[in-house]
């Protein structure tokens, strides 16, 4: 440890000390209290424990303090991820055997050495980060299946759903969320995998399409906990894509919630999945008396509005959930801003919102931003670059797992002060633990008190960095 770090921590712990501590001769042993695990802005550090001795102690100083009160409970938390994009499958599976194995254990795991992901989303037929365009039931233009009868997942039997059925392995309680780009194109008002709309006579064979995406991804021995009827149903430019008013979702919704409830699926269905810059698009659909029962709640993403529309929908529905399921970071984006920005808005901004999991987009691409489909995104960068056959760990990697590797399912999120420039979330998790993350979001030094229970511990974090304290 350098001189100066060194000499930082015993000023912290004598300004949290009394003065009689100051005093005595003879120190008391010291057992640490708490953990205190680090990324920086500058990437010299990454996501580790740091060897600073934390102890609660009660005392009075002119620093700001963080106040944390378990009394206070607010959401039962889901877990935090990645979309398992096609692409993504495609580039795991191709590591050599005990690579692949080890990074599934790094990241499913729940060892020390593994960041414990606990949830994740995955497209109904393909997303724009697949390789191609594919849905669970092509046909030539001018053909139709109603009844569905040739369904097949077939098309992620290669990749997705070999490497769905290792990571349940791992993780058997891990939940999957999963959401269609677009419907088969022959059921759609122009055939095209790109924008248009579901054609309202094929409103309940769509409800079947996922009837038997739910009851066939059960027989490969993995279970959708929800699903959305339409990722970015707002966002017709994408490839594959398809357009969804919020007058369209409602009608779509009751066929879907019938066809769950006369198959005996619990899958919850969540609607929306769309920016924070349209929150009457959730709210419309909620306040539909006949598709109200069967909506879990609604999804977000933040490529426009405010974070904060999430508790909007939250406050107009309080008996119904609120996810965030997708933020990308960009190959032309910069570590040090989107672990601030990101660990602000998608982590500490969608918890103190009432979401129960967060979610970054896709989980791995290679070192040209690939796969993607013709059309798709080229500038989406994962949580991890995979190239010739190693992989390096990129900054949502970090956001998320400050969070996933300390906060497990079944976490309630607890209160917690905000101070200037430190944000804060704070949970307690099953097992009693108290997690508070902080992100400085300042362009100076921030010394601070975490105080609970009516004591406190000193710690400093500099800007641009975030810290997961646990004790």
């Given amino acids: ?88 499958a495609e580039l795991i599976n191709g590591l050599d055997a005990v690579k692949k194995q080890q990074l599934l254990q790094e990241l499913f795991g729940t060892d020390v050495n593994s960041i414990s992901i606990s949830y994740l989303r995955i497209s109904i ?73 579901l054609v309202p006579i094929y409103y309940s064979s769509y409800a079947q399409y996922f009837v038997k995406y739910i009851q066939e991804m059960q027989v490969q021995g993995i279970t959708i906990d929800a699903v959305c009827p339409q990722n970015e149903p707002l966002n017709g430019g994408n490839n594959p894509s398809m357009v969804m008013s919020s ?46 029962p069967y909506i879990d709640g609604s999804a977000f993403h933040l490529y426009g ?48 919102n009432w979401s129960k999991n967060a979610l970054e987009w896709n989980l791995a691409n290679n070192a040209t931003f690939e796969p993607h489909t013709s059309g798709g995104c080229s500038q989406c960068k ?4 995979i190239s010739n056959g190693e992989f390096i760990r990129n900054v949502s990697y970090y956001i998320i797992a400050h969070a996933s590797k300390f906060v497990p399912m079944g976490s309630v999120r607890i209160a917690s002060t905000i101070n200037g420039n430190l944000n804060t979330v704070a949970f307690k998790t099953p097992n009693g633990k108290k997690v508070l993350l902080v992100e400085n979001d300042g362009n100076a030094t921030e010394i601070f008190n975490i105080k609970h229970n009516g004591k406190c511990v000193t710690a400093s974090l500099e800007s641009g960095s975030v810290g997961t304290f646990i004790w």
């Fill in 247 to 292: 007058v369209q979702q409602i009608s779509f919704v009751k066929k879907l919630g019938a066809a769950f409830q006369n198959s005996g699926i619990t899958t919850k269905i969540v609607v929306f999945d769309h920016n924070c810059d349209t929150p009457e698009y959730p709210i419309s659909v909620l306040n539909d008396t006949n598709a109200n």
């Fill in 382 to 385: 994962g949580a991890l670059t």
């Fill in 125 to 197: 037929g393909a997303s724009d980060l697949n390789s191609s365009v594919f849905s669970y039931n092509d046909l030539p233009s001018g053909q139709s299946d109603i009844s569905q009868t040739q369904f097949s997942l077939a098309p992620d039997m290669i990749n997705l759903i070999p490497l769905l059925k290792e990571i349940v392995l791992i993780n058997p309680n891990i939940k999957i969320i999963a959401v269609p780009w677009s419907a088969p194109s022959w059921m759609k008002s122009i055939y095209t995998s790109t924008g248009s709309s």
């Fill in 1 to 88: 440890m350098k001189a100066s770090v060194l000499l930082t921590l015993i000023v912290l712990q004598l300004n949290c000390s009394s003065s009689s501590e100051i005093n005595n001769p003879t120190p008391p042993i010291i057992t640490n209290e708490m953990d205190f695990w680090l990324t920086k802005g500058d990437q010299s550090v990454k996501l580790q424990k740091q060897a600073t001795e934390l102890v609660f102690k009660t005392v009075n100083n002119a620093y700001q303090n963080i106040e944390v009160d378990e009394t206070q409970n607010f959401q039962t938390i889901d877990g935090f991820g990645f979309t398992l994009t096609g692409g993504s």
């Fill in 305 to 352: 509005g405010d974070i904060s529309a999430l508790t909007n929908v939250h406050l107009a529905f309080p008996n119904k959930n609120v996810y965030f399921t997708e933020q990308w970071t960009s190959s032309t984006g910069d570590f040090a801003g989107d672990l601030k920005w990101h660990t602000k808005n998608v982590v500490i901004g969608s918890m103190r």
